[in-house]
């Protein structure tokens, strides 16, 4: 019995002995810790660490934005000069009609048009601005600040030339989605004319300026640059979107066989001056009947 009550009394100790170091380690935990956020505290840490989430949050964000689009419609909404449908209003009825469709996704141009576009639809937008090069030629998303006004329209992608071209800020594509992640640490869609462009790029790429640059040779026919899509889709790492003469379902369809991540469609669904021209030239132009 002695020898049980020894036993006891023992294991009793060897308890509050556990139980002890638990506290005493707890306490020295606290201190440690407490030391360390003292330490980061005056070497900026806390700063740092906000960074470093702000950055894991919008990786988050963007990575989930790309899962809605992946395999999706994006539909293209846009319009210019004396087209009838040139306003805010008009822009945000045809991606609302988009989006009833079953559409994944809207690009649209200037922040106005965002703005009602964003009002309409809980779609992702992607956004751009629209100016020229020295040559005339057209200029997506010219500088920063365009981009800025472009997040701050709530645009979830800017659309950016990214191109070797050099702009008139004296900076080349590449530079530039560079200079736009890392002040903004918005998700960035490059707009590019070739293999090469897309490649230096480091971000989700669309076809958009195929045959519209000196470094892309001008499509003779009105089919979609199908190769560069296939070059890009083995070669890069990051999404590739499918723009640029897609004029039936059967192309957008082929696109995603090839390897899109998404199709972008404008002209075809969203320009009907365009379209009702196209019509019009093709039955003008038939071969005289007997």
């Known amino acids: 019995m002695g020898g049980l009550r020894r036993s006891a009394s023992r294991n009793s100790r060897a308890v509050r002995l556990t139980r002890w170091e638990a506290a005493s380690h ?11 956020q003292s330490r980061h505290a005056r070497s900026g840490y806390p700063e740092q660490s906000a960074r470093i989430r702000r950055e894991a949050d919008l990786a988050t ?11 999706g419609l994006i539909v293209s909404c846009q319009a210019e000069g004396d087209d ?34 964003r009002e309409a ?6 956004g751009l601005t629209k100016s020229q090069f ?18 701050a329209a709530a645009a979830d992608i800017v659309a950016v ?10 900076m080349t594509g590449p530079d530039f989605v ?16 070739c293999l090469e462009e897309g490649l230096a790029a480091l971000e989700a790429v669309a076809t958009t300026l195929a045959g519209y640059t000196a470094a892309a040779a001008a499509s003779p026919t009105e089919e979609p640059d199908w190769e560069l899509l296939a070059n890009l889709v083995r070669a ?4 590739i979107i499918m723009e640029g003469r897609i004029w039936s379902p059967i192309q957008a369809a082929c696109a995603l066989e090839l390897g899109a991540h998404a199709v972008v469609v404008g002209t075809a669904i969203t320009r009907p001056r365009v379209v009702t021209r196209t019509f019009v030239e093709r039955m003008r132009s038939r071969p005289p009947q007997p």
């Open 84 to 117: 009838p449908f040139n306003s805010p209003h008009s822009m945000a009825l045809f991606a609302r009609a988009a989006e009833m469709g079953g559409a994944s996704g809207i690009r649209g141009r200037e922040t106005d048009n965002i703005r009602a576009i």
């Open 178 to 193: 560079a200079a736009v992640k890392s002040r903004l640490g918005a998700s960035i869609l490059a707009d590019v004319s």
């Open 121 to 126: 639809v809980s779609l992702p937008i992607i």
């Open 236 to 239: 890069a790492r990051a999404p």
């Open 26 to 36: 707890a306490e020295c935990q606290c201190a440690v810790d407490a030391g360390l």
């Open 134 to 151: 020295s040559d005339g030629t057209v200029l997506i998303t010219a500088d920063i600040t365009d981009a800025e006004t472009l997040v």
């Open 61 to 71: 964000a963007a990575n989930e934005i790309w899962d809605r689009l992946r395999g």
């Open 161 to 170: 030339d990214a191109t070797s071209r050099t702009r008139p800020n004296g």
